[in-house]
């Protein structure tokens, strides 16, 4: 079974400039995450979609970062513009969605750099 | 706020010296606990998943146990190959009985030396 793919696996842009990121989850999984992992620490949740519908956005800075889900299926990850504190890895992660177990699966993540 | 604090925040083994690391957490409504880990410039792989106080599971040299307020993962007589990062994170029920996004910890570098 195929895992989560992500692409590109790194990028480097300049401050103010626009990024974007893409995440194909494992096939049949309702639920997908986007995930900001700073170095030294653990993943923090930016936005977690149900089918193509968001379930909690909470902690997704708004002016800056925008994410869809078309068909409920792949998605996409917007920064514009980026700043110098959004270097960091973009981890996305898929699951079955069900009430019962729930293990997330994690993409290779991208690897961004501002400069 | 659900919290996650894991100890230490490195640890470093000889080879076949077993261990514990700790992971503490307060969350609104504990759906479960996950244990992953996480190798250099790859995405956290999935170890397990703890749903409640006195359940355990295990894995090859790999244990956890969960208690109302912490978790322990359990190295026995490790390898360099267990050397990585482990990352425990929680995952509380949302408002409409489904489930939030994991909240996790800053995590515990491991290094085995042979």
């Known amino acids: 079974e195929a895992g989560v793919a992500q692409s590109p696996r790194y990028k480097i842009i300049e401050k103010r400039q626009s990024v974007a990121f893409w995440c194909n989850p494992i096939?049949?999984?309702?639920?997908l995450y986007w995930y900001q992992q700073i170095l030294g620490q653990g993943p923090k949740l930016l936005i977690q979609f149900q089918n193509n519908g968001v379930v909690d956005d909470s902690q997704l800075p708004k002016d800056r970062f925008s994410a869809e889900r078309l068909k409920g299926v792949d998605s996409t990850l917007k920064i514009q513009p980026a700043k110098l504190e959004d270097s960091a890895v973009y981890l996305c992660a898929s699951s079955l969605g069900g009430i019962g177990t729930d293990t997330q699966y994690f993409g290779p993540g991208t690897r961004l750099t501002v400069l | 706020e659900d919290q996650v604090t894991q100890s230490p925040e490195a640890l470093r083994l000889q080879e076949g010296e077993s261990s514990s690391l700790n992971c503490s957490y307060t969350?609104?409504?504990?759906?479960?606990l996950f244990w992953y880990r996480q190798d250099p410039g790859k995405g956290p792989e999935f170890l397990f998943t703890?749903?409640?106080a006195g359940e355990e599971k295990e894995k090859e040299r790999l244990k956890a146990t969960l208690t109302k307020k912490e978790s322990f993962l359990h190295i026995t007589a490790p390898k360099p190959e267990d050397s990585a990062t482990y990352l425990c994170?929680?995952?509380?029920?949302?408002?409409?009985?489904?489930?939030?996004?994991?909240?996790f910890g800053k995590g515990t570098h491991l290094i085995i030396q042979p």
């Open positions: 703890l749903y409640s």
């Open positions: 096939s049949g999984h309702a639920t």
């Open positions: 994170a929680v995952q509380a029920w949302d408002s409409g009985g489904g489930a939030d996004g994991l909240t």
């Open positions: 969350v609104s409504g504990l759906r479960g």
